[in-house]
């Protein structure tokens, strides 16, 4: 983790001498030179031939180069795959989305067409392949990072899929593979940075309900990696049946279909954003459905910042993203909800990398894994 601070303090600051990092990330002048020194050695800081000005000795500044190093990021969904190239900045220099259908969905097609896509990408960008450090790979459902193990893909289809280790083999690069909604929130913690010092909460509501945990800059994975399954926090012991087989799980409140069963007592509707637009048209039955999902998301929040004391509470999912009036709506109820102490301890904010965030967020994680092994392939 040192060496990530290293960076990405050079990355904030740049040009920054090795005396401003010291002072910085409060590491001692001999650690940062080390580091520093692994870090020119691995192509991603080189000096510059400005030196600072301030009083004392003449110091050498430090840059980074943006571009020397790539990770790839993708993302995998029921019906699609996205794969982005990733800078050190955590822009996107190249992307691409393909269709996943019956034919090419299952996961040795899935490495097939990532493993080519990635390099076929690099070529019409002009990025030199050997660049490329890792792979990083965010998908619904139960991930094993350690052993890069699709343990559980209800979205995909997929049990115990051992994808990372069959995708390194195809691809030569490094692979890790994540959760999405995790991957997801370490893109927008921070946002560009690839360390920090943010704890950011993304919650998500749409399809399913989720919620991720990053703390300064590192993924907060629980015992078993399963921190943050707030969907089946109980609400009422005495609520409706849910499929986990417990009453009154949260997603029995607030997912897509707990809505439209709701208002399938009224009549037949097909989705959530039709709903939203028969509240619009003036209908209170609708208007009563979204407005007690708000409330619930409400209280989900009240929940998330009495657990964890986040700084940045990111709302994302299909739900939020219907229209901004939602987020508008819940804030609205927060005032009601948020226990006082935690009032202004936190900024709430719909996502800010959108589409790109599971690709920027799993390339990330790619980025920490090979700074972790000491900028080297395995
Ligand atoms: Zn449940």
């Known amino acids: 983790m040192n060496r990530l ?3 990405e303090m050079v990355r904030q600051h740049r040009p920054v001498s090795r005396a401003e990092v010291s002072k910085l990330t409060g590491m001692s002048a001999t650690a940062i030179g080390r580091i520093v020194g692994d870090l020119i050695d691995g192509g991603l800081v080189r000096e510059t031939d400005q030196y600072s000005t301030g009083v004392g000795r003449r110091a050498t500044m430090l840059d980074i180069d943006v571009h ?19 800078d050190l900045d955590g822009r996107i220099a190249a992307q691409r989305e393909l269709e996943l259908g019956r034919s090419n969905s299952r996961p040795e097609a899935i490495v097939e067409t990532i493993a080519s896509a990635v390099r076929k990408l690099a070529d019409e960008h002009g990025i030199d392949a050997s660049k490329l ?62 360390s920090g010092d943010s704890k950011t909460a993304l919650i998500s509501i749409g399809s399913g309900v989720g919620s991720a945990i990053v703390i300064d800059g590192k993924i907060f994975r629980g015992a078993n990696n399963i921190a943050g399954e707030i969907g089946h926090s109980t609400i009422d012991p005495n609520g409706k049946l849910c499929e986990c087989g417990k009453r009154g799980c949260l997603q029995t409140y607030i997912t897509d279909l707990a809505l439209l069963q709701e208002a399938g007592q009224i009549k037949p509707v097909g989705s959530v954003e039709e709903l939203y637009r028969l509240m619009q048209g003036g209908e209170t039955w609708a208007f009563n459905i979204i407005d007690r999902a708000c409330t619930y998301i409400a209280i989900t929040i009240n929940n998330v910042v009495c657990t964890y004391n986040p700084d940045t509470i990111v709302m994302a999912g299909s739900f939020i993203d219907i229209d901004p009036d939602i987020l508008e709506r819940v804030k609205g109820k927060l005032k009601e909800f948020i226990w006082e102490p935690f009032v202004g301890t936190f900024k709430l904010t719909r996502s800010q990398l959108g589409e790109q965030a599971i690709m920027i967020g799993a390339a990330k994680l790619a980025l920490q894994r090979y700074l972790g092994n000491g900028l080297q392939q395995q």
């Open 68 to 86: 020397s190093i790539m990770s790839a990021g993708i993302e995998i969904d029921r019906n699609r795959l996205k794969i982005g190239l990733v």
């Open 5 to 7: 601070l290293v960076l």
């Open 133 to 194: 450090i890792g792979v990083g790979v965010g998908m619904p459902g139960v991930m094993n990072p350690e052993e890069g193990t699709a343990v559980f893909s209800a979205q995909l289809g997929w049990s115990n899929v051992s994808f990372a280790p069959a995708l390194r083999e195809k691809i030569g690069l490094p692979v890790v593979l994540d959760n999405d909604l995790k991957v997801k929130a370490l893109g927008e913690s921070g946002t560009a940075s690839i």
